[in-house]
């Protein structure tokens, strides 16, 4: 998943992507959410009320492995979900990040293994960005600094972040190891949950991949 949020703060993007094995050959990474959030000077934005609410209900929709997010500005949103048990990652967009997660946009789009579903705004967002040629790659930008590109900005990161972790063995409080009667110490659960609520989730988490890549 690939948050940013634009240095003017008038708007907000979120992105999520799957990466999705198809045969033993063929990678895809498949858009399966995206989000964005206009606040105005009357009404700005509310980041618990938005932006983590729509986070943590996207953790029970579907398997979030980590949130990637540009730290400027973003470092309480980091910890409020990180107390909630979501892994968080900075992604500082620097150039070289940039490049890196735009030149991979780049050559999924290229080897057909980007999949997304209509969207006008998407759409649109993505005819207004262009491609820079820089020595390591390519990068996005744009030609108009009014052109909101900010989505495909979290596009990038997202899909980079899949293509990252296909491979990826990662441990956490989810990984579903927890041991409650040989563990020495307590075990600090992700905030809101009970032991009993914790295993009904991780009950619910097994049956998603024991189903993982038998429906599209």
Not at 183 to 212: H, K, Q, S, V
Request: proline letters at 5%.
């Amino acid at each position: 998943m690939g948050l940013c949020r634009r240095r003017r703060l008038d708007q907000a993007r979120l992105d999520g992507d799957r990466g999705d094995a198809l045969g033993q050959e063929a990678q895809q990474v498949r858009l399966v959410f995206h989000r964005i959030y206009q606040p105005s000077p009357d009404q700005p934005l509310d980041f618990e009320g938005t932006i983590e609410r729509t986070i943590l209900d996207l953790r029970k929709r579907f398997l979030l492995r980590k949130a990637l997010f540009d730290p400027w500005q973003m470092q309480a949103t980091a910890q409020r979900l990180t107390r909630f048990g979501v892994k968080v990652e900075e992604f500082p967009q620097s150039p070289a990040n940039l490049t890196t997660a735009s030149q991979n946009l780049y050559e999924l789009i290229q080897g057909q293994g980007l999949v997304v579903y209509p969207d006008a705004d998407l759409r649109l967002a993505i005819s207004r960005a262009v491609a820079i040629e820089t020595p390591h790659g390519w990068r996005i930008g744009k030609d108009k600094q009014t052109h909101k590109i900010d989505i495909v900005i979290a596009l990038a990161m997202a899909a980079h972040a899949a293509v990252q972790g296909q491979n990826e063995y990662t441990y956490d409080l989810w990984s579903g190891c927890v041991d409650w009667d040989d563990a020495d110490e307590p075990i600090n659960l992700p905030l809101g949950y009970t032991r009993e609520t914790y295993e009904a989730e991780m009950a619910r988490r097994a049956r998603i991949y024991a189903n993982w890549g038998k429906t599209t």
